[in-house]
T-cell receptor
């Protein structure tokens, strides 16, 4: 089955700086890569997704890039704000989640 | 947006008892529902996929006799943890998707915190 790895596990940035989270996957047949934000004790919320026919997608301060050849994809958050603090999960093919990155934005 | 509810939000039970968790899609028909479990500070692990009116498909390593899933209608799926033991304590989250929604998109319920004493 699919194996998704995510790095880093924790990330602290100063408010206004950028944050980058990276994921790799194993199954070359995977073609859908969502990113979720989960606050403590809450449900995961989809923040952005990308499909295999696209290399990059942007939504305001959030962008995702995908390299199908290398089987890795990344989440970029620019101009971080304290409310961006949460755990972020990548996923491959909808169901197979990465191990999560706890992001802390320091005011 | 699509809303998914779960009930109960928290449950504490004694070892050996069974616990039923409900997952409902409130404003759309969920052709497929998914059940995950999440350990503290860990990722979501897919347990099973259920389609309305058919048997659930379980992920490798998940005991189907232990975790009974029923998807009796297009708005309701239930997960029953049978003969629960302390190691079953976890956060259980359901999600639902619809044939009418954006391809692959799933909507998560708020989760159920199960504690087995």
């Amino acid at each position: 089955g699919e194996n998704v790895e995510q790095h880093p596990s924790t990330l602290s940035v100063q408010e206004g700086d950028s944050a980058v989270i990276k994921c790799t996957y194993s199954d070359s047949a995977s073609n859908y890569f969502p990113w979720y934000k989960q606050e403590l004790g809450k449900r995961p919320q989809l923040i952005i997704d990308i499909r295999s026919n696209v290399g990059e997608k942007k939504d305001q301060r959030i962008a995702v890039t995908l390299n199908k050849t290398a089987k890795h994809f990344s989440l970029h958050i620019t101009e971080t704000q304290p409310e961006d603090s949460a755990v972020y999960f990548c996923a491959a093919d909808q169901f197979y989640f990465g191990t999560g990155t706890s992001l802390t934005v320091i005011p | 947006g699509a809303v998914v509810s779960q009930h109960p939000s928290r449950v504490i039970c004694k070892s050996g008892t069974s616990v039923k968790i409900e997952c409902r899609s409130l404003d759309f028909q969920a052709t497929t529902m998914f059940w995950y479990r999440q350990f503290p500070k860990k990722s979501l692990m897919l347990m099973a996929t259920s389609n309305e009116g058919s048997k659930a498909t379980y992920e490798q390593g998940v005991e189907k006799d232990k975790f009974l899933i029923n998807h009796a209608s297009l708005t309701l799926s239930t997960l029953t943890v049978t003969s629960a033991h302390p190691e079953d304590s976890s956060f259980y989250i359901c999600s639902a998707s619809s044939a009418g929604a954006s391809y692959n998109e799933q909507f998560f319920g708020p989760g159920t915190r199960l504690t087995v004493l």
